[in-house]
């Protein structure tokens, strides 16, 4: 039933015909095996997003009961995405609502940039009465063309509590993640991903029992040094998922991380006090005044993604860096080291002519 911190640190990489690492957790080191690490899912999805060079569309629906883990993977996910990538994503959360609201919304953000688009727990908000069918459509073809509308790279990821609770082209997604099961999920799911997934639906059926009803579960080539099964406790760092990513299906082992950059908004809206925007202006700019009037208008920009943030001009400028990004390559070091001499205690002269 499990074994002590000394023994899971003794626990040599590589047990088992699978490849295995470990993740560091309040400074010890848990085995799993990389085909089940949220690295893994994640290089994934940002090679289906970075398969067209400039505009693409990638989705992620995320399916399991109420408190099964959707929002706290939604939030790894995430972090591991943007906060601890050198490119950054605008992070957006949305509630159920919203999302009858997505034309609006892509509207209103800046073209050009890259986007993850939450909407948390939108099971069963399109089969009210009150959404005709005529903007069922509407939004399936703003959802179609989602990439085209906000001009750049785009990935959605809808928390639903049961496959049919969402009409079928928003579940129709690249990524599907189920946080919990249960014996009327299996036989849906597997008329989904097909009868070859049926192992890896019954196995997981098992696990999440496990999981909820013993607070452990087991990860088939992942043992103790003893042979036994290894056995990993509820959030003690991970809890169990499971995975389908166009091809194939496989056990995912998540802990929670974030940010305040990532977190939920109104997870943070309880923990900060709101003040009005003047103040809130005032504060921000009070350290260092002769900059950072430039400074929070790039942040509300990039931050927040509002495009009345910036002059005509500053936005005219960033449009044309990024043209100028996807035209050339360069040297990110090298760059950075080239932009830090312009500071204006230490310009350098470009000489006419030279560009």
Known sequence: MGVSRTDVINIPKNVGAAKTT???????????????TVAKLVTEIINVSEASPDKSYTSVIMSGKS?????????????????????????????????????????SLEKGLRYILIFDDVSYVLDSEQVKPKQKQELAAKLTYIRHDLGGKVITIMNIHFMTALMPIFRDADFKILTSMSYVDRKNWSGILGKQADYQLNTFQKQYASQMKNHYFYVNGVKREDGKG??????????????SEMEGVRT???????????????????????????????KAIRKYPATARTAIRYWAYFTLGRKDALPKNNKASIQHIMKVAQEYAVDEDSLIEYIRGTHHHNPIKIPDGTL
Do not use: M
């Not at 993977?73 to 009858?100: E, M, V």
């Open 252 to 282: 995912l082992l998540y802990p929670k991380e974030g940010c305040e950059v990532c977190a939920k908004k109104k997870e943070k809206t309880q923990t900060r006090k709101e003040i009005p925007a003047s103040d809130y202006f005032k």
């Open 22 to 36: 470990t993740y560091n957790w309040e400074g010890s080191n848990y085995p799993l095996k990389i085909d089940n």
């Open 230 to 243: 290894y056995a990993y406790y509820v959030n003690k760092p991970f809890r169990c998922a499971l995975v």
């Open 67 to 107: 408190s099964s883990g959707k929002s706290t993977l939604t939030q790894t996910l995430c972090h591991r995405l943007s906060c601890a990538q050198k490119i950054k994503w605008n992070i957006k959360w949305f509630d159920r609502n919203n999302l009858l609201d997505l034309g609006k919304i892509i509207d």
